[in-house]
């Protein structure tokens, strides 16, 4: 029978008491409660039933087809043998976690959103069950039972994300990707803007979970008075042309000392700080607030003045260390750049000495780089550095190798060597290092962390002066071309597919709901002016007039952006495949007490080599590992298409499984009726690979 505790919260800032029902059974392995397994998002089940003798015998217990297909990056939650995920069409739903079959699912199955999701939160407070999730703007607060919305929570079950953000960001791009993180009766929210110009302002936001109302508000671009205002412009804090420095990849929460662990991303645009000079505070960094009332008890930041695209791609860990002959609780915080930085989590103070690296100074024309950046001295990078990079480092399955080497000999590779004209090799790339699957770690303090490995290319060029061009064809310039390049043709190996002949495959409805709502991962453009929208589907559709339109120069030319990058373009070979050699995707084991790595081995196979009788290369990977209390590690997270186990202690592999298609996701490990599972969401799609509609569960025989 499960135990039911009274737990009192006293709260002398709020001046109330607060009484809330917590079932003690989250946290004792027979749930996976909370996004990546926990509030200290350690990825870490307590189960022991599946060990490193009876793995081999895993097989598919279940398996539940969602209506739609596509990427899903769903950490699934399981509370009381139900599970909650979220289909790549963002519907949310409820299955039984013993069969796949389902309960109940919420969404319109007519409204895709087109973008992605990493599941829900849940809530509880005696009977009442809350799952709260977020479908293009809005959080909704359904009913864990029915899947109803809750209708005294904002307006009729939903608040707007735009909520308690200044009036000049309420038309502006604002999505959530990661479900929002719970303590006591209030949700914080991770929010996903734009990165160029006409980014929202980052603002860190707690909600009621009961009446959905704002209750507090961090701004992360300071307002005059509070600390950090010196770091920006004076009047950088009205978002007229400088905002983002947001939370994306979610948070971590210390329950018992009430402290909330934020990390934040770069200050938009990404590229050129020309018009933000100084360090920009608090982009790029780590923020230890008052879970209650927002206030800023520390931070740490890890990038000055951003210009390299370097937001912290994943919640921290919250962790305890055998250091100095004692026990200190602390936060791990991984990194894009292959860097884990390790802080005492009360006092903000890091547990191993960090370097002021001295950086070179851009030529671009107003950019002013900071002259030093942070780089911890332990644990070593868990990736390769573009500094270190040589000739032959060009890959060897390339069959235009001297081609590469002479383009990587044109290229500026420094470590932090800012963005060129000529080219700057990006290494690890925009996508890590680590990602925003996160790390897992054990309870003696080793983390687990798988990484890419993929080297991309940025080249800046003067912001195009667009204002003779026709409105379709300047709207593009302005807000696709960075992603789907001047010609159309995208880049499909780095992610960005091509527009030609979109006007014959879509009408002009799907097209305007895709400028609208945005998909995958492109952001949706609802901001821009109706005409502006009606003619960029025209210049798509091949089928607008030639008359120029010579009203207003474009956004970034208006908040003072004088260079824009040419476009998301990875450091490929003729055949698509990474021109830097592998390995391209690893999987890491560190031990944070001491900084030492432990071991470091490649994840995954590549299929066009694999084909050819090559393993071993590592791939890109998105989603994080699962560790357990028996020494096994779970990951799928590989094109490839494959779910492993590895033996924590060593990196051997100890088994693998072919799934239906690829697993961009972290797996969950949850117990009914004395039976363990691991289940996994797979929808393939990234990186080319199949689409897929399932998730997998997999049990002993």
Known sequence: MKKVFLVLAVSLCLGFIKIQLVDDSFGSGENWSEYLGGADRNHYSKLDQINLENVKNLKVAWEYATPDSGQMQVNPLIVDGVLFGVTSSVQAFAIDAGTGKEIWRFGDPLKNWASTSRGVAYWQNGNDKRILYTAG??????DATTGKPISTFGNGGKVDLHTGLPESAKDKFIISNTPGTIFENLIYMPVRLSEDADAAPGDIRAFDVISGKLVWTFHTIPYPGEKGYETFPKDAYKNEYVGAANNWSGMAVDKSRGILYVPTGSAAYDFYGGNRPGKNLFSNCLLALDARTGKLKWHYQFVHHDIWDRDLPAPPNLITLNKYGKKIDAVAQVTKQGYVFVFDRVTGKSLFPINAIPVPKSKLKGEVTWPTQPVPTLPKPYARESYKLTEKDISPYAQNRDELVKAFRTYKKGLFDPPSEEGTIIFPGYDGGAEWGGSAVDP???????????????????????????????????????????????????????????????????????????????????????????????FLKNEEKKEVQSKDSQMSQKAGVAYKMTGYNKFLDNRGLP???????????????????????????????????????????YGGPVITKTGLLFIAATKDASLRAFEAKTGKLVWEHALPAAAFATPSMYSKNGKQYLVIACGGTKLGTPKGNKYVAFALE
């Not at 703007?137 to 359904?142: D, V």
């Not at 830097?580 to 890491?588: D, H, K, Q, R, Y």
């Open 444 to 538: 003696n303090g080793v983390i687990y962390i798988n990484a890419n490995e993929m080297a991309w290319i940025q080249t800046m060029r003067p912001t195009q002066n667009t204002s003779g061009m026709p409105l379709g064809e300047r709207t593009y310039r302005n807000y696709c071309q960075n992603c789907h390049q001047p010609d159309l043709e995208g880049n499909v190996e780095s992610g960005y597919p091509s527009l030609v002949n979109i006007g014959k495959k879509h009408d002009n409805a799907a097209l305007l709901n895709f400028i609208n709502s945005g998909k995958g991962m492109m952001p949706g453009f609802g901001f821009i002016k109706p005409e502006e929208k009606q003619a960029l589907i025209a």
């Open 137 to 142: 703007p809005n959080l909704w607060a359904l």
């Open 579 to 621: 021109a830097i050699g592998p390995p391209w995707g690893t999987l890491n084991a560190i031990d944070l007490n001491s900084g030492k790595q432990l071991w470091r081995i490649p994840l995954g196979n590549e299929p066009i080599l694999q084909k050819e009788g090559i393993t071993g290369t590592g791939t890109e990977n």
